[in-house]
């Protein structure tokens, strides 16, 4: 114990002469030496943005729906190739196949981003993404004879998005994006069973502020 509080004593003893002579040292090189241009300080890359968001809905043995809502999401630069996003999406229907309930699809996912190429203004991004998600509709009853008849609830199941798109600046600090995602969700049939279901999403949304336009 001893023997340990006296090598830290000795070391803080060392740093207390070495340190400040140093620092005097590059003290007098740098008032000897001509003035070199600042550079600013450099780090992550972060960006927001919102658009539209189209989604298409497989109903169990009925048909697809087709849901319409805003995508709002918030990224980061890592690497000059990587990055990583969280994203937020929320589409409706305010019917589902003529029967008077609602549907919507809400979704909750974060992951890694990929950009492979990039062409002047514009460049490509793929990603995937993992999260929650939240799907309300309805299936119609036609075993009864009676159309106007239906089932309907909610299931909230983990939810991953894998697609991807394209970047493009445009004027100033906001840049365009378009982007198609496949979207594997759950759903509950007619007969209350929670069923896998793969829907297809499209996304064009505003970027701001625009990275690319700060480098």
């Known amino acids: 114990m001893r023997s340990a509080i006296k090598a830290i004593g000795m070391l803080c003893s060392f740093l207390f002469v070495v340190v400040p002579a140093a620092l005097g040292q590059d003290l007098e090189q740098k008032e000897r030496s001509p003035a070199a241009p600042a550079y600013a300080a450099t780090g992550p890359a972060f960006d927001v943005s919102a658009g539209y968001s189209f989604l298409t809905m497989p109903v169990p043995g009925a048909g697809r729906v087709n849901l319409n809502g805003l995508d709002v999401s918030a990224g980061v630069d890592l690497k000059p190739h990587w990055g990583a996003t969280l994203d937020f999406n929320f589409a409706r229907a305010s019917n589902v196949l003529n ?27 793929v990603h995937a993404l993992a999260g929650i998600g939240e799907v309300d509709g309805a299936v119609p009853n036609n075993d009864n004879g009676h159309p106007v008849d239906y089932r309907h609830g909610w299931v909230v199941r983990p939810s991953y998005v894998l697609g991807g798109g394209v970047e493009h600046s ?46």
Do not use: K
Not at 196 to 201: K, V
């Open 99 to 125: 029967v008077p309930h609602q549907a919507y699809a809400l979704s909750f996912d974060a992951g890694p981003v990929f950009y492979p190429a990039e062409h002047g203004n514009t460049r490509m991004f």
């Open 170 to 215: 445009l004027s100033g600090p906001i840049a365009l994006r378009m982007s198609a995602d496949y979207v594997r969700t759950s759903f509950l049939d007619h007969a209350d069973a929670v069923l896998p279901q793969n829907d297809l999403r499209v996304t064009v949304s505003f970027v701001f502020p625009n990275r690319r336009a700060r480098e």
